[in-house]
């Protein structure tokens, strides 16, 4: 069976320290990516994701993750963390053959000042 | 979030109360779903339209009845809800049908449903 899975509830880092957001997966074939996140009291906005090709996909507020198919993971980075990143953060999973995507739990991020 | 919004922000219902939740894309997508978020689990798929046909009904309870007229817009008529029916209701829209490969699926800012 498909799974996602987000390891961290929360996760705290100082403003500009580098943050990374861990997403691993579990799959039989070749899985397609996404990172979303949300704001309080907002809905999901979507920051990249991975197709195919380049491992390190690059998305929107100078967001990163890199797909890794021998660790099965697809973690979120960023080399300098806004008190602004603050938000929870959802990583999803989608295959060709259903309408589904399959989503983690979500890993809240707070930035500290 | 001008591409697809969603109307009301905030609800609150009794259980013997109808009620309806509105969700509109400007994006000119073919699809549209319907999530239902709560606290601390997965986003759930409640339902998903195709080109005004549904296509998934993921075991969702009859008090939920969608409704898509065209493409462009998605309703969620409620009725006679359980206080466990409290959530984020959100909606979504895509290109086409399916989550893999270029589409790739875009919400609205949801409606914080309270169900008393």
């Known amino acids: 069976a498909q799974s996602v899975a987000q390891p961290e509830d929360q996760v705290n880092v100082a403003e500009g320290n580098p943050l990374t957001v861990k997403c691993t997966y579990s799959?039989?074939?070749?899985?397609?990516l996404f990172w979303y996140v949300q704001y309080p009291n907002r809905g999901l906005q979507f920051l990249l994701k991975?197709?195919?090709?380049d491992n390190l996909v690059k998305g929107s507020y100078g967001f990163e993750a890199e797909f890794n198919k021998s660790q099965t993971s697809f973690h979120l980075k960023k080399p300098s963390a806004l008190v602004s990143d603050s938000a929870l953060y959802f990583c999803?999973?989608?295959?060709?053959?259903?309408?589904?995507?399959?989503w983690g739990a979500g890993t809240k991020l707070i930035i500290k000042p | 979030e001008t591409g697809v919004t969603q109307t009301p922000r905030h609800l609150v219902m009794g259980m013997t109360n109808k009620k309806s939740l509105k969700c509109e894309q400007h994006l000119g997508h073919n699809a549209m779903y319907w999530y239902k978020q709560s606290a601390k689990k997965p986003l759930e798929l409640m339902f998903v339209?195709?080109?005004?046909?549904?296509?998934e009904n993921n075991s969702v309870p009859s008090r939920f009845s969608p409704e898509c007229p065209n493409s462009s817009h998605l309703f969620l008529h409620l009725h006679t809800l359980q206080p466990e029916d409290s959530a984020l209701y959100l909606c979504?829209?895509?290109?086409?049908?399916?989550?893999?490969?270029?589409?790739?699926?875009?919400f609205g800012p949801g409606t914080r449903l309270t169900v008393l």
């Open positions: 999803a999973l989608a295959m060709d053959s259903n309408y589904q995507l399959i």
């Open positions: 991975y197709i195919t090709g």
């Open positions: 979504a829209s895509s290109q086409d049908r399916g989550a893999g490969g270029e589409n790739t699926q875009y």
């Open positions: 339209y195709s080109l005004e046909e549904r296509v």
């Open positions: 799959v039989s074939g070749n899985p397609y």
